[in-house]
């Protein structure tokens, strides 16, 4: 799945665990669990607070 890809189903599904997903922050940590293994060990090491930041960074190291 690629992280749009991701990004939409995550979205979609949060809907249904809205306590989860209240915090900016433990939104970026769940979503962070789900990346591809090689995409989310770059993206921790830059302990990212805001969703779309994330995403958008994650978004990058898959296009390189």
């Given at each position: 799945?690629?992280?749009?890809?991701?990004?939409k189903?995550?979205?979609?599904?949060?809907?249904?665990?809205?306590?989860?997903?209240?915090?900016?922050?433990?939104?970026?940590?769940?979503?962070?669990?789900?990346?591809?293994?090689?995409?989310?060990?770059?993206?921790?090491?830059?302990?990212?607070?805001?969703?779309?930041?994330?995403?958008?960074?994650?978004?990058?190291?898959e296009?390189?």
């Amino acid at each position: 799945m690629t992280v749009l890809e991701y990004e939409k189903k995550f979205i979609e599904l949060s809907k249904y665990c809205t306590p989860l997903v209240a915090e900016e922050r433990k939104k970026c940590q769940l979503l962070t669990r789900g990346l591809k293994a090689s995409i989310r060990d770059i993206v921790v090491g830059q302990c990212l607070v805001d969703f779309g930041d994330l995403v958008m960074y994650a978004l990058l190291i898959e296009s390189s």
